[in-house]
């Protein structure tokens, strides 16, 4: 698994119909799932005759700044994501000016909610959440993560529902959009930066792969886990 730098009950609907496919297959394997990258990335893997399909976890949004929670709203699209071997996600994001999609459920069900206090509500948990046992199962058994990861986004979410008008929480909500993997879900992010970097394994494809393209670059981040 690769992790690099750039710029409640709930219910899940990942299997919408893709709006992208890859017109001619030449190799079945390994099937490929892009997450959230910019669309140059699919349409360079399906011109080479990969197999590979194009997601989202949704869009986080603008609301008005207040103290207040509002319900998360996303239209998640993760075609056929538990069969995938190869999932490639960019959490570098946009800030939509509204959500796409409607609410959840009722005011009445329990649902995902995330306070206002930033002016910005990412409801991204909710896919990442949903779709984790999937995935911790693709990687045991040998998937490939390509990660590209920018700070957890910051903000309260609570499982809750509006009663009588009021927003009533039943319990806080420990998921983040770095929550589709179980050894991201607890990892959190210090800030370094550097210039000198340098490859400890040349022998693995991915050590020769990254090396071609250090020359160059700055390191932004480090990572480590909370729970060692």
């Known amino acids: 698994m690769g992790l690099f730098n750039t710029k409640a009950t709930t219910h899940l ?3 919408l119909p893709d709006k992208k496919e890859s017109a001619d297959v030449k190799y079945d394997k390994p099937k490929i799932l892009l997450i959230d990258l910019e ?13 590979v399909k194009e997601g989202t976890f949704g869009l986080p949004y603008k609301v008005p700044m207040t103290s207040g929670f509002q319900p998360l709203i996303s239209t998640p699209r993760l075609p056929n994501y538990a069969e995938q071997e190869i999932v ?10 509204q959500p796409v999609g409607e609410k959840n459920g009722p005011d009445g069900d329990l649902d995902l909610w995330g306070k206002c206090n930033y002016g910005v509500i990412d409801p991204r948990m909710r896919a990442a959440g949903i779709v984790k046992s999937d995935f911790d199962r693709i990687l045991h058994a040998g998937g490939v993560f390509v990660v590209f990861a920018p700070n957890k986004t910051q903000g309260q979410t609570k ?9 009533e929480a039943e319990k806080d ?19 370094d930066q550097g210039e000198e970097m340098s490859v400890v394994d040349l022998i ?13 670059g700055i390191v932004l981040v480090k990572f480590f886990r909370t729970d060692r």
């Open 39 to 51: 669309s140059g990335a699919f349409e360079a893997l399906a011109d080479t005759g990969f197999n």
């Open 159 to 167: 499982i809750g529902r509006l009663q009588y008008r009021n927003f």
């Open 13 to 15: 609907t990942p299997e």
């Open 173 to 191: 909500c420990t998921w983040s959009e770095w929550s589709f993997i179980s050894d991201l879900h607890d990892m959190e992010v210090s800030h």
């Open 88 to 97: 490639v996600v960019d959490l570098q994001f946009e800030i939509a000016d």
């Open 204 to 216: 693995s494809p991915l050590g020769r792969l990254i090396k071609t393209h250090l020359s160059g």
